[in-house]
């Protein structure tokens, strides 16, 4: 669906307010604008943060098993193993990208994931922190980068056991500036956390039919009772390729473990783990030893009744180097709330735009598909109060999946129709609606032929398999937490 050849009937128009936004009364300067889409209207989408799509899991954990490994038998591919930190997911794309949580920004989650990272950034780099900073957003922002963390805090809920320490782990790198995202090899995210000093997470790789059974047994043998020290003990022994992480488990979280992520990667990951561990050290903590000011725990029991308070104070503390705008969390006029969030007609607004390029083509099909079979998805759309003109449009839309069975029928409709583009966990987007005169219209490719140049292929393999342990299912149950408590 495109624009049409006249003046389109569809307006943007703001109908109701996000959940927990101060009103902020019929100004329009703080709502969205009427934009009316006519033949010289254009939409320019550019994806913010997005992480890993959905693994496919229709099979069971035993087909998939068998699948992985009959993969590394016939020499196609290496299985790699992680594991799962117990928290939540933060995605930093750059003091101008934002902080985004899983399916959120502007709240208690993100405020804490900045304060986390530039809490780690000061332990690695001590006096050199604000510098490396802004090197570090400055890179982000220059590459089109997000950085997804597991972000491991007591303030944000206990996930079977209180963390011993408040830290992250870097779980992906994605690069988003050339099309679809394209996720960082595991190799890739060592070089690059090492770079500049980020934690990485314990890797084990399996490359023979021998040690990948042996993986798949060990776990068999350990998953009721099993706990950190144990089970990497284990898999050190079998696995072919070993790197340990920056973050010690049981030093920062504990013994309770949840559990193994065990997903099939290239064969070409082996040798470049091989490359990586020539160089390989855990980078120096210049800064472990200063004072780093009010620690998370801290800040947050001083504010314990006034939430905005203790994301004003977590903001402050992370610094400008790190989080120089906090109109993501109050808007641009002190302590207000988020920009109100778009009615059905701005979604339908943008798909009946113009797209300048193939990367808001290919977004346009896959909400277009998202509607035509009515998923159950939230498309939140919240405009960016700065840039508010009748010609000029600019929000952010939160793509939200309520059901994990929305990405088994979304595989279905990629099987069906070539090209789409996955549907991902933590999917931000900023779009631009425009207004172009007649000369700069014909500059802009209205042609969906013209699209369709270096459409990326598929290459996201989604065969990956979730390994938990009794202990950690037991201790995560409410009424285990009630006797704890009750115990203690």
Sequence with gaps: MTASNGNSSCNCSNTRSSEGAADQG??????FTNFAVDNNTFAEARIRAAFYPKFENDNSDRETRTRMIEMVSCGSATMEVTLKHSGSLFMYAGHRGGAHSKNSFGNIYTAVGVFVLDRMFREAWGKEAPKKQAEFNDVIEENQINISMELVTAVLGDHGQRPKDDYAVVIAVTELGHGKPRFYSTPQVIAFCQEWRLPTNHVWLFSTRKSATSFFAAYDALCEE????????ALGEIADIAIP?????????????????????SRESLVQMEQVLKNFSHP?????DSDLGPS?????AANRSDENQQIKELLENAGSSMCPDHSDWFGNSGLDAQSRDADESVVTCFLQAHPTDNATKKLQEMIRVIKQRNFRVALKCYQKVDSLSNDNLYYKMVIHVHSDYVFTSYRQEMRKKQGLWPLYRGFFVDVNLFKAN??????????????????????????????????????SLPWFQLLSGLRC
């Excluded at 019929?26 to 709502?31: G, I, K, V």
């Excluded at 099993?226 to 003990?233: E, I, K, L, R």
């Excluded at 992480?245 to 949840?258: R, T």
């Excluded at 000369?439 to 979730?466: C, W, Y």
């Design 296 to 300: 998370l725990r801290e800040i947050c």
């Design 245 to 265: 992480g920056s973050k010690d488990h049981v030093m920062v979280q504990g013994e309770i473990l949840e559990g193994l992520v065990a997903r099939i990667v």
């Design 284 to 288: 120096p903590l210049d800064g472990v």
């Design 438 to 475: 007649n000369r700069k219209a014909a500059e802009h490719p209205k042609d969906s032929n013209t699209l369709l140049k270096n459409i990326d292929g598929d290459e996201d393999s989604n065969l990956m398999v979730k390994l938990k342990f009794l202990t950690y299912k037991v201790t």
């Design 26 to 31: 019929d100004n329009p300067s703080s709502l």
């Design 226 to 233: 099993g706990t950190a020290t144990p089970v990497c003990t």
